[in-house]
């Protein structure tokens, strides 16, 4: 089983760059698919970026599409989320996910992390 730990939240300012990183352990990371989501205060879980085992494919929610990009390093057990030209509605706490199949939305998820927050601040 693959456990996911994520790295690299906190706190910037509107217009700045953060980069996520998750790391996962467990042989079988490199035939899993990967994926982030958020979930803000009240609301629900929703998909942000993912991208397949090889990472060769990638998609993106329209709200962070041309602002993020996710990537792979299967060597390292390894997806990153880099995050630029943050806006304040990018505030949440962020999820890295793994699952078999092309990861499109919460309930496919079957490996979660445990969160890392990103507050952006107008």
């Known amino acids: 089983q693959v456990q996911l730990v994520e790295s690299g939240g906190g706190l910037v300012q509107a217009g700045g760059s953060l980069r996520l990183s998750c790391v996962g352990s467990g042989r079988s990371f490199n035939n899993l698919a990967m994926g982030w989501f958020r979930q803000a205060p009240g609301k629900k879980r929703e998909f942000v970026a993912s991208?397949?085992?090889?990472?060769?494919?990638?998609y993106y929610a329209d709200s962070v599409k041309g602002r993020f990009t996710i990537s792979r390093d299967n060597l390292k057990s390894r997806v990153g989320l880099q995050m630029d030209s943050l806006k304040p509605e990018d505030t949440a706490v962020y999820y890295c996910a793994a699952d078999s199949l092309r990861i499109v939305m919460p309930a496919q998820v079957a490996i979660w992390g445990q969160g890392t927050q990103v507050t952006v601040s107008s």
């Open positions: 991208i397949s085992y090889s990472g060769d494919d990638t």
